[in-house]
């Protein structure tokens, strides 16, 4: 597609599909969308479309196909790899779901909910609720993030464990196509084998393939029983072999299991308020074990403490503590959660979303150290998530009293430390995050050749005219 | 691409590859590589080459991509739609996994093994099981189906329940392209969002987009509680009841729910050796319920109860019984595996394999009824499955004494009619048996144009010269 500017005849073609009063123009009310989350990347738009229907998603696709202009699909905008953001060269329009909001249908006999693409994370969440259901897809975000963003990146968060990912999650889906095609797979059906899986095509293309403008998703009994445990342990060697028996004792009662560092207890007691060390005991590191029962509260219970024994017996267990009330429970859970943020007033922080194969965690968790500490000593790394799901954010906070602009410029320096030792481990350069524009490059070069030429024919085959979120995953 | 016969000179290219021993070309020997468990389709091919090994496959792949040569990808030879039968006009070659059979690696504490595509499903099973865990895919075929199959087919059973399809069961690939490239997608990891979806792309595609020469599978703990309840009740309608109960009360530790009609306890007890009535009382619908726990055996024995109770309390059930040990457990489970077998002495046998949206099956039952009856009054339906996941094998025996060769000839009219209904419950015509030869054409006519474009995009992006399995799933 060329590059040119959109010109005021073309912005107006676009602002009658969806009417004045559904675009915005204002340099000032756009700016909040051409940056994402960490500031790594600004882009430049002229105008912001807010379709309020499937139809009229269609109609701005189609237009943008007909005069090769870029279209940059954003919900909640609050990815981390620049996935959501415009090029800085002002030539692509932002398409925003912000409008199509609206739960079309729910049934909880059939344990499942459509959502239209713009619908907030909770508001799915409580609209599960009200029917006596769980929608278990759980993520720090999830007040302002999108059920389509959730979509787009195959959104994994906290209940992976048990419930898996965002394309666990979903049974069928409206996408509008770049050539303006709209695409009903907005089936219920738990079984359906009749040709390719277009759906999972979609899930995690990023918005490169279509717009995702509703899906049928899965709901969940509610647990009657859960239990919260926080216990302190010598290293990632004994949290993996915990997590060994806490999988066969619960199988899938096991909702979470969460690895902390020592650091991590310690920066958020020290800057999030009301978070207090769960333990008088001063331990290396910590698991926060979560357990849900569907049969009886005892069973959460009686789980909870078996595990504690055998941990203890096994001599994996140094101190631990279960909640004693649903306000503890979330305590313990906030301080998990408030583990990024209370990075933040430790100076910069350069960060990394991986996986390896879970019974490889201990020794990338060994070989990053040692790497990160010989290229900078007096890191301090804070490498906390889900080892459950072998997904650990490996984020490195900068030195006492360094520069922060100095330590950030050494970003991809650091990136190839733990990169490197991430796929020497068969891992993962992004685990839940996706590709975006912070890895596109890097998952290019690291990935075979075949594997990239197979997504990009993809790419051409389901947007000729290449208008759709162009520049992301892969380069065109 | 040509549908010339392959040259005797073609031939010995494609025998050098594998070598003399490996391949077979003696019509007696081939003869029954060419027919499907059903009869249905009958096919013709001058050759079965046995590669050894990944790379013989690209080799092969090579040269029928140089010289328009069809490949059809075959295993076990058990599919019921026709995919893995080639061509009657003899141009095709078969392509045969049954050599690579190794389990290439299995690491209990990640819970994964890699198992080549030649696997027999129930060695899988068992290697699963020397290391103490559990391999969940089950099927009537076991003992003959192979991975490469039970992958290409997005193969279901009766565990999808609680584990899912073969999708939900894979972590990696290792595929051959059409074209003869190799990738090499042999992730172990749970969470891994790094562009687009190949995996399960290629899961489910019939062998129509490349050779799944390995996989990553995943493994489970071995349950140490397992409950099996056999239970008379008066309609489909109770049985949904009683399964939304059952998903409430046993969450995932509900592994299985199957749904049986009078006429199928009558067909396997007369027909099946060994088979008994489990019940003194007769009644129009029967259900096994399945329950699997990680934690204890009392739990499942309690949660078979518990749920028995609430169902005879809520009036669902008429008469029940639990399994009072392995043998009457597996007695129990032999009797609904043996009601596909159990129809072949009453005579022809009109088979379908549908999905609808769970809670929608009693109105489907009805419907269905309704319209097989008056089409065919005296035909004896025989509709069961898994309810759990709104898929029944909706079987139509042929009225007493009527004519078979008369009755198989109206399979088409009695599809029309069944699927008809399915789709106004905005169901699958097939759940878990794929498309292949026998819904091709059907599938391309139900389905929006957009969706049948998409595939073949794909197809043609992914095999240029047509030469991966031609002529199933989609037409060229």
Redesign the interface.
Known sequence: MDARLPSSDLISRFTAIVGAANVVSDPQEIAPRLVENRGLYKGASPLVLKPGSTQEVSAILTLASETGTAIVPQTGNTGLVGGQTPSADGTQLILSLERMNRIRDI?P????LVAEGGCILADVQKAAESVGRLFPLSLGSEGSCRIGGNLS??A?GTA?L?Y??M??LCLGLEVV?PTG?????L????????????R??F???EGT?GVITAAVLKL??Q?VGHQVAFVGLASPQHA?ELF?KA???????LTGFELMPRIGIEFTTRHIAGVRDPLPTVHDWYVLVDIS???SAE?AE??AH?LLEQGLEAGLIENAVIAASVAQAKALWHMRESMSDAQKPEGGSIKHDV??????IPAFMAAAEEGVMAAMPGARICAFG?LG???IHYNISQPVGADKAAFLARWREMNAIVHGIVLEK??????????GQL?RDE?AAI??E???E??R??K???DPAGIMNPGK??SA
Chains 1, 2 share one sequence.
């Not at 095609?181 to 797979?185: A, F, K, L, V």
């Not at 999988?247 to 009662?253: E, K, P, R, V």
């Open positions: 049934d006999l059939a344990n499942l990146t195959n994994g992976v048990a898996g990912n394309r666990q196509l095609e709209i695409w009903n797979g089936r219920r059906l738990k079984k359906d084998n009749t040709g390719y899986d277009l999972d095509l899930i995690g293309a393939l969940f009994p647990p993996l060994e999988s066969n004792l619960c199988g899938t009662a029962t569907s049969d069973t009686r789980l078996a996986s390896v194969p879970v019974s490889k889900h799901d072998g997904n068969g891992g993962s350069i992004s685990a839940e995050h996706g590709i890895k998952l990935r075979p075949i594997e990239i197979l997504m024919r993809i051409h085959a389901f995953v892969i």
